[in-house]
């Protein structure tokens, strides 16, 4: 069933031919996954920016499956204007989950390996968490690393549509992360399926 509400974008990501929108919708207050209207991944162009105001009629995707339980079909959308810096970073801290370690974001269901996967016989009901950690990330190429006595443990490729260049070269203790589970998929043709954390964005 369609509903009308408005959102705030919070995040815009990279994605193989297209790009995955997150937004809040201040109405019934839980976090969405921007689709088109027959509920497939947006285009590149797609006019959502972060911090930008939608009115939107969407309707819950019609095969959800968990983690990814945030996908709402577009039918309409109209922008609004821009939710100013300082209401902005008050939504943004209000959902977020403060002092985390790694091993602690996603209900501890993550299954690290040097990078960080979910798996279908475990999963949240959620894909999309902002947390602060109790640790420093440190970027090397296109990740961010977690160090422990030098030697680099954990690794999350970043996707967000902010240049990587931008991002600071180690993101301290303490500051507002995006992670997002992607897809499930095989990518180690080993016939498990697999959801990867990711890194979407910094709010600093």
């Not at 019609?62 to 204007?81: F, L």
């Not at 690393?145 to 993101?171: M, N, Q």
């Not at 499930?184 to 399926?193: A, T």
Request: with cysteine; charged share 25%.
């Amino acid at each position: 069933m369609a509903v009308t509400t408005n959102i705030v974008v919070l995040s815009k990501t990279s994605m193989t031919g297209g790009v995955c929108v997150g937004a809040w919708d201040r109405s019934n207050r839980k976090m969405l996954r921007l689709l088109d209207d027959k509920a497939q991944r947006l285009a590149s162009d797609a006019p959502y920016q972060i911090g930008q105001c939608y009115q939107i009629t969407y309707a819950p995707h019609y095969n959800i499956r968990p983690p990814h339980t945030e996908d709402a079909a577009v039918y309409e959308s109209a922008y609004i204007g821009d939710l100013n810096d300082e209401d902005f970073d008050t939504l943004i801290s209000s959902l977020c989950d403060e002092d985390l370690s790694l091993d602690d974001i996603f209900d501890g269901k993550l299954i690290w390996d040097g990078s960080a996967h979910m798996e279908p016989s475990n999963t949240t009901n959620y894909s999309v968490q902002i947390a602060t950690l109790n640790c420093a990330l440190v970027k090397s190429g296109d990740y961010f690393e977690h160090f422990s006595w030098g030697t680099s443990t954990k690794r999350i490729k970043y996707v967000g549509v902010r240049p990587l260049a931008d991002l600071p070269s180690t993101i301290a203790a303490g500051t507002r992360i995006r992670f997002s589970l992607a897809r499930f998929w095989d990518r180690e043709k080993d016939g498990v399926l697999r959801a990867y954390l990711q890194l979407s964005g910094i709010y600093d």
